[in-house]
């Protein structure tokens, strides 16, 4: 699977998120975001304390300023506890300055997290009386660097890794990164980005922002990246492989699958040096090691203790273990030789290569090291001791070679920093870089191959038999080394060419956060002023004035729900509109939307509020994720084409929709014996608020047919104009074809009706009678005084 974006809704804002008389703490990196970020803080309300970054020059007025001098962590330990104490339920940590480079992108990186230890306590006694948040912002591209960035921006791209992590460690917070398109203003940016810290969805952990999309990350079939697969490097015995870490462990067992396959030539580089066995060791197998070693030692005068047995014992493991990977690659036909090199240290790495730079054609980096620690606990060593083989290791060895010549770029990413994981924050984090970097080379090397293999855990060693169980009972499948290593190997099939950000094994996450729903009521708004250049509000008007369509407050209800709860809704009761909301001089400033969970299902009430806070109540649903009763299908169906065309519908009074609204095609069946109405439909769909006002099985502008299709009967079989008040039940069991036909059919509900309106059962099916969608219930009532403006609209 391929790193995707997935397109966002825009937020619904969640009413009374924080508490009232809390404040932000602003982490300023000296971009020009800050002060435009503080500004709206302060106009919001908040009171903004401001922590400057060692060299960040003074230049906010109105916060309680505090400046680092240094990078020490002593110093922000003292700053972080003095600021959070000031009833801090927000902190924005920015990384979006330009002009660092590779080395101070990484330190800037680990004082992120560093800064998010210290916070995690406060926040999570802040969040018992209101939201409490943590968000990193970043300015790579609002795609999180998958678009391919200046190399010394990916950095910054590891925040997500740290939020992801934050998210699975403390579920009490709001955790989210954003990343913002440095095309957009910093005015521009600063208001998307306190819309999205007052976003009501909250498992939402990364965001991308451009001005004309919101956009998250997901997994494809596609990669993001097109490449001429047929042009592709092949990978033969000609091509010279540097391979970090690959003397060991999994990148081992790669390396010499990928022997047998390819036969490459292979430098394995390691940290460990490659001996001769020390006399003591020599013949003594691997469970004796260690008490070879305690001997060893007595012999020598030296006191055996178990730090200084492990070294002893690791040192011969180690280089066995490497001696071993050198004769498979060799029996398997490479040739392979091992270099003892610290990869962090660019004289020393550089002096090892140069004899081979050259010939040297790709690499693979897999070295990598593990320090598990939740983020609170973390020490700066550890962040150090993870960062280094990671990024400093790749920036070293990258810059010892020639990046001309490198036809195959492949990097042990993980499912960690894809996700997050609990207790893997800097790992996740060094993961999410190789990421960024790999998308970033890509962009400037179009003709190579270059993929950051994002694994799943593997089964080796590294995981414990307490950590596979609990992998076992969440359904995770660990991958077995074999398996894993013939997957690395077909990456360098043509095909997979392509493959930049892969995830690879089970594309689940590692660990997931433990969230409580909420039993008491939650009211989100937008504003309306966002939705009057939508098509599908200008394309509906009832006279001079676009009115609101039903089923866009019927849809907003259906997937405010849906996001707050994750839980798709499959049914609707009781939809009514009590009054709909018009755009003409006196339009309401906004709309709200309060839920309020009733066992398994959540009411609804949709209000418009004016400029002094007024609200009046126009729509009221009860929303269920419970599947509907079994849907069957629909018979005697005419065939798609037959009948008659249904565009006069549009202009003789019965329908008074726009042009992006009539897709009622065809009267297939009118039979009035019966009163039965047949339809061909189809609607290329509309998605306004980047589908904030649609669910995962309900789309507005389809939707809004069945609709139509009841004010048709209404006239052919009643002879009136109509509209519809209320609706018993929806029942949703497959979305509404996108822009394809399909069939809606209109018969008269069982509970009938009355005068000249009607109760109607409408059913959306495919033209085979599969049903999709059906509105039960639906009451229309007769107005024939909207006929003219019907016509007019």
């Not at 270099?339 to 081979?356: E, F, G, N, R, S």
């Not at 009035?672 to 608020?689: F, G, K, M, Q």
């Not at 009678?769 to 059906?774: H, N, P, Q, S, W």
């Amino acid at each position: 699977a391929q790193a995707a974006l997935v397109d966002l809704p825009t937020p619904d804002r969640l009413v009374g998120a924080y508490a009232e008389g809390s404040g932000a703490l602003v982490v300023d990196d000296g971009a020009e975001l800050a002060p435009a970020l503080v500004n709206r803080l302060i106009e919001s309300g908040r009171h903004v304390h401001v922590l400057r970054l060692p060299g960040v020059a003074e230049r906010i007025s109105g916060v309680k300023d505090h400046a680092l001098s240094g990078w020490g962590v002593t110093e922000l330990a003292e700053q972080m506890e003095e600021i959070l104490a000031d009833r801090i339920s927000l902190v924005l940590d920015l990384s979006a300055a330009r002009g660092a480079d590779w080395s101070e992108g990484v330190r800037r990186l680990a004082h992120t997290l560093l800064a998010a230890k210290h916070a995690v306590q406060p926040l999570t006694i802040a969040a018992a009386s209101g939201r409490a948040a943590f968000v990193t912002v970043t300015r790579l591209d609002g795609a999180f660097g998958l678009g391919g960035v200046p190399e010394e921006l990916a950095p910054a791209g590891g925040a997500a890794g740290l939020v992801k992590t934050l998210a699975v460690e403390a579920p009490e917070l709001f955790c989210r990164a954003v990343d913002i398109a440095p095309a957009l203003s910093p005015d521009a940016g600063a208001t998307l980005l306190l819309t999205e810290v007052e976003d009501a969805v909250t498992d939402t952990v990364q965001v991308g922002l451009d001005g004309a999309r919101r956009v998250g990350l997901t997994l494809a079939e596609q990669s993001l990246t097109a490449t001429d697969t047929e042009t592709a490097p092949q990978l033969t015995p000609e091509d010279l492989l540097v391979v970090t870490g690959g003397g060991r462990g999994i990148t081992a067992a790669c390396v010499v699958e990928l022997a047998k396959r390819h036969r490459p030539g292979l430098l394995l580089l390691g940290r460990t040096p490659l001996e001769e066995e020390p006399a003591w060791a020599q013949g003594v197998d691997a469970p004796a090691l260690k008490a070879a070693a305690a001997s060893h030692l007595k012999s020598a005068g030296e006191k055996p203790t178990p730090k200084r047995v492990e070294q002893l014992y690791q040192a011969v493991i180690g280089a066995r273990e490497i001696r071993r990977t050198l004769a498979d690659v060799e029996a398997a036909g490479s040739r392979a030789e091992y270099l003892a090199v610290d990869i962090t240290d660019p004289q020393a790495t550089a002096a090892a290569l140069a004899p081979h730079k050259a010939r040297i054609t790709g690499l693979v980096h897999g070295a990598g090291v593990l320090a598990d620690q939740l983020i609170a606990n973390k020490k700066a060593s550890e962040v150090e001791r993870v960062f280094a083989p990671k990024l400093t290791g790749l920036r070293t060895v990258t810059a010892a070679l020639d990046p001309e010549t490198l036809r195959h770029v492949v990097l042990f990413s993980s499912v960690a920093g894809f996700f997050g994981n609990r207790g893997q924050s800097d790992y996740a984090m060094a993961n999410e870089v190789l990421n960024a970097w790999a998308s970033s080379w890509k962009q400037r090397h179009p003709a190579a191959r270059v993929t950051s293999l994002n694994w799943g855990a593997w089964d080796s060693g590294m995981v414990s038999p307490e950590v596979k169980a609990v992998f076992q009972e969440r359904g995770i499948t660990l991958i077995p080394v074999d398996t894993g290593a013939r997957m690395f190997t077909e990456q360098f099939a043509p095909e997979r060419a392509g493959d930049v950000v892969t995830v690879l094994g089970p594309t689940t996450p590692l660990s997931e956060p433990e969230r409580t729903a909420t039993t008491a009521t939650v009211t989100v708004e937008r504003p309306l002023a966002a939705l009057e250049t939508e098509q599908i509000l200008t394309d509906h008007v009832i006279g001079e004035s676009p009115v609101l369509p039903a089923v866009v407050a019927l849809g907003w209800a259906i997937g405010a729900v849906e996001r707050a709860g994750g839980t798709e809704v499959r049914q609707v009761h009781d939809f009514s509109v009590h009054k709909g909301i018009v755009f003409d001089a006196d339009r309401p400033q906004r709309i709200s939307l309060a839920m309020t969970p009733d066992g398994d299902n959540v009411r609804t009430a949709i209000h418009a509020v004016d400029a002094q806070g007024a609200a009046r109540p126009h729509y009221a649903a009860l929303v269920t994720p419970q599947a509907p009763p079994a849907a069957g299908t629909v018979g005697a169906l005419p065939a798609l084409g037959t009948g008659r065309d249904a565009a006069e519908l549009y202009s003789d009074g019965t329908l008074f929709h726009g042009p992006s609204l009539r897709g009622v095609r065809r009267v297939l069946a009118e039979d009035a014996s019966v009163n039965r109405l047949v339809l061909e439909c189809a609607l290329t769909e509309h998605r306004p608020a980047g589908g904030a006002f649609a669910g995962s099985r309900f789309a507005p502008g389809t939707a809004d047919l069945l609709l139509q299709a009841g004010l048709v009967w209404v006239r052919l079989f009643r002879g009136t104009a109509g509209l519809p008040l209320s609706v018993g039940r929806v029942d949703l069991h497959h979305p509404l074809p996108d822009g394809e036909p399909f069939v809606i059919v209109v018969e008269p509900a069982a509970t009938g009706g009355n005068g000249s309106g009607a109760s109607l059962t409408i059913t959306a099916c495919t033209p085979d009678g599969r049903v999709l969608t059906r509105f039960d219930g639906v009451s229309v009532v007769s107005a024939p005084q909207l006929a003219a403006k019907f016509i007019s609209g």
